[in-house]
């Protein structure tokens, strides 16, 4: 900051405070030039240096940290798989009026140059200030994965992993991937699971036929991280516990969760959040393209093309669900409305625990004094009120 910009301080007084210690009933939260300057339990205990910051009455509302969606594929009509700075922002954009403050792009399946393209467009992208939700790194989501759960994703270029691949991609983008999904069970998986982890990515499974027994073998080197639970994976079976089984009873392996009302059943998810704990579950969108698009057939992922009826995307071929069009502050919603999660619990599974699991949870995810200033404000209702990326307010603003 130099020395000619004004001070941005922001007041939020009166507000339900989550943070890791509890929540602050009229608490209170001060935010000073992008970080959370103080934050406390008694109004008496505001510090008279505020005195010049917006006050905002939270009139009993809750106050939360940012959202972080560690699998998102676009939305507001655009792709990360073909989005160049203007689509990067419309993304960044529509998901930041949605509580999400940090995202990880998310690719699918494709050929290797294409994968590496979307690298190069989001390395440059964060080169540079990011006005909306920060793009926070890369998740690739495939190529190597099982083509008996590929979902909506190409089978043209599904594949072996492949090392070199890997060891190009982290040389010429260093700390760009946090996370790689690929089934455990493919030729070459567990050496290429232990590779990811020595470079500081997260390995993760998904789209995937693995057996208990295979998934547990893959924890063993390294494996910690499960995409859309239930969704493209082996099933559960009293005999075969299978890739469901695995996840939700492997202490070290978090599980993401599709909250949206139609890839998992409310009984689903409670399940989830009961066999994991408030820990280890992540809320993510899965969005696409389509997201906060009115319905049509106009869409596509990965280059199959996607219908999108009463706001559900679905592959125009095979009728299979196509990625999401929801939502961060729709997936806390429905877990606190429809699964019975506390507010608390539903905040870290979108906030702490994403944060946590891809490293970044030292300087946001959680509402502390001298983290970045990534805060919500929430009605008593739920509704979104205002969303600060590094301070700054999201709402009702030309951002």
Known sequence: MSGNEPVRETLIANASVVTPGGVLEKGWIWLKN?????????????????AGA???????????????DVHVHGGGGHD???AGKEGL???ARFHARNGTTGLLATSLTASREELTEVL???????SEPMPYAQVL??????????????????????LAPQPDWLEEWVARYPGLIKIQTLAPETDGALDYIERLASHGIVPSCGHTDATYDQVVAAADRGLRHAVHTFNAMKPLHHREPGTVGAVLTDDRITAEVIADGHHVHAAGLGIVARMKGA?????VTDAMAAAGMPDGDGYELGGLPVVMTCGVARLKDSGSLAGSTLTMIAAFRHMVREVGVSVPDASRMGSANPARQIGIDGFTGSLQAGKQA???LLGEDLELRQVWVKGQAKLGSDD
């Open 80 to 82: 990360f798989m073909y």
């Open 137 to 158: 790194g890369v998740h690739l989501e495939g190529p190597f994965i099982n083509p008996k759960w590929k979902g909506a994703q190409n089978p043209d270029y599904i």
């Open 120 to 126: 190069d467009r989001v390395a440059r992208y964060r």
């Open 54 to 68: 917006e006050r905002i009455d939270a009139a009993g509302g809750w106050a939360l940290p940012g959202f972080i």
């Open 89 to 91: 922002d419309a993304i």
């Open 34 to 50: 992008g970080k959370i300057e103080a934050i406390g339990g008694k109004e008496d205990e505001i510090p008279s240096e505020s």
């Open 279 to 283: 820990d280890k579950v992540i809320l």
């Open 374 to 376: 990534d805060v919500l």
